[in-house]
């Protein structure tokens, strides 16, 4: 599709799972984020990728969580042992380039992760 | 941490009203975003202002940008029960990471 792909789109988890979540960026799109949000709450920055590299992860909140992109297009966001307070959505977007010099970030429809 | 801090937290309108939502942030940027989200699922690009920019218009929305005072806001015309939505903005630092930080929105509610 032309947009910012996540799947899946709604995943219940009980705690202590690991869970994953997909990101497809736009065909081209060099940059890639990963955000969170909790309900009613801004948008919480995790990481940002250009290309396969990270060169900003001071957002993840621990180790357990991690992200890796391959060929500079699909990423993963890896959740390990799950807990009550991961439950948000999940929000990957992508951009031509850096929006330092202008480029706007297209967002996904997100992730909603649901720990029980 | 959140750089930009969206004011007033919620508003409400009749349709045909002005909306003015204000954002204000804590240091240097190359350009300010807003953005528009429905229902909590994926944002939208609404408008970009660039830090050597004072004002920026598109269709019924108005940008403007005060870096002096590290502030922008957001004016919406003549307000349709269509506009209902969280507003954003988003700034990326000056010599700092490229990442797009965003602020804690304003909830705008325009009753019909």
């Known amino acids: 599709g032309a947009g910012v792909s996540q799947s899946p789109s709604n995943k219940v988890t009980e705690k202590g799972k690991d869970v994953e979540l997909r990101c497809d960026p736009i065909s081209g799109h060099t940059a890639l984020y990963w955000y969170r949000q909790s309900l009613g709450q801004g948008l919480e920055f995790l990481i940002y990728f250009q290309g396969n590299s990270a060169p900003d992860k001071s957002g993840l909140p621990s180790d357990r969580f991690s992200a890796e992109r391959t060929g500079g297009s699909v990423s993963t966001l890896t959740i390990q042992r799950t807990q009550q307070e991961d439950s948000a959505v999940y929000l990957c977007?992508?951009?031509?380039?850096?929006?330092?010099?202008?480029?706007?970030?297209?967002f996904g429809e997100g992730s909603w992760l649901t720990v029980v | 941490s959140q750089q930009g801090e969206e004011d007033p937290q919620a508003l409400s309108i009749q349709e045909g009203e002005n909306a003015t939502m204000n954002c204000s942030y804590k240091?240097?940027?190359?350009?300010l975003q807003w953005y528009r989200q429905n229902s909590g699922r994926g944002l939208v690009h609404l408008i970009l202002?660039?830090?050597?920019?004072r004002e920026k218009h598109s269709g019924r929305l108005r940008v403007t940008l005060d870096t002096s005072k590290k502030s922008s806001s957001l004016l919406i015309t003549a307000s349709r029960a269509a506009d209902t939505a969280s507003y954003f903005c988003a700034t990326v630092s000056q010599g700092g990471s490229e990442k797009l930080v965003f602020g804690k929105g304003t909830k705008l509610t325009v009753n019909p």
């Open positions: 977007a992508s951009s031509l380039d850096s929006p330092g010099i202008g480029h706007t970030i297209y």
């Open positions: 202002i660039r830090s050597n920019e």
């Open positions: 240091t240097s940027i190359n350009n």
